[in-house]
């Protein structure tokens, strides 16, 4: 079956733009996690959401992020007013209900200019 | 705040060698998981470890989990070139929040 999807799969913007990126989960998987990874790092946890509702954003960095999931399927991370520093990729995960195993998308590369 | 530390960084090895790669922690945690990850590529999952003392086999990798839940290790048999890539070790807690390793960069040469 298809897996994670991710688009755009690269995203180059000027500092200071709004973009957003968007997760396809794995179809009935009712977790979704958005992770930020940079070059030479694992994974960076930002949020993760338990159907419709983000039971855990601990890990935005600021109030510039900013992540959806209103139909408990499709998920859009958005990020406001973009700085050098965002730049990384933007990993999304989904898991089914009850289950420890995360099965990621290919990732969307963000490059802030 | 690094909570998984992963050592080494970088191991380069010939074909046919054994390594081993360790993921340690202070912190407890009611999961482990292993991935291996490619360049351009998402992780991929190799395996689950739940309970204490653990261990999984698959092909010749064999995983064990501490008996505190605080660490693990991976362990490959004869290396091929197909293992190439960083494995990555993430812990969990409940089912909301993974931490992850920094990556153990493995390149095995034929």
């Known amino acids: 079956g298809a897996g994670v999807s991710q688009t755009p799969s690269n995203k180059v913007t000027e500092k200071g733009k709004y973009v957003e990126l968007r997760c396809d989960p794995i179809s009935g998987h009712t977790a979704l996690y958005w992770y930020r990874q940079s070059l030479g790092q694992g994974p960076e946890f930002l949020i993760y959401f338990q159907g419709t509702g983000a039971a855990d954003d601990s890990g935005l960095p600021n109030d510039r992020f900013f992540a959806v999931r209103p139909e408990g399927s499709v998920s859009t991370l958005k990020i406001q007013r973009t700085e050098r520093g965002d730049s990384a990729v933007y990993l999304c995960a989904s898991s089914p209900s009850g289950r420890f195993e995360q099965f990621f998308g290919p990732g969307t590369r963000l490059t802030v200019l | 705040t690094q909570l998984l530390e992963q050592s080494p960084q970088f191991l380069s090895i010939q074909e046919g060698e054994n390594l081993t790669v360790y993921c340690n922690s202070s912190?407890?945690?009611?999961?482990l998981q292993w991935y291996r990850q490619e360049p351009g590529e998402g992780p991929v999952l190799l395996v689950t470890v739940v309970t204490g003392g653990e261990v999984k086999k698959l092909k010749r990798l064999t995983f064990q989990f501490g008996d505190a839940r605080k660490d693990s290790s991976l362990h490959i048999t004869a290396a091929q070139p197909g293992d190439t890539g960083l494995y990555l070790c993430?812990?969990?807690?409940?089912?909301?929040?993974?931490?992850f390793g920094s990556g153990t960069k493995l390149n095995v040469k034929p």
């Open positions: 912190s407890v945690f009611s999961s």
């Open positions: 993430a812990g969990g807690g409940n089912f909301n929040k993974f931490y």
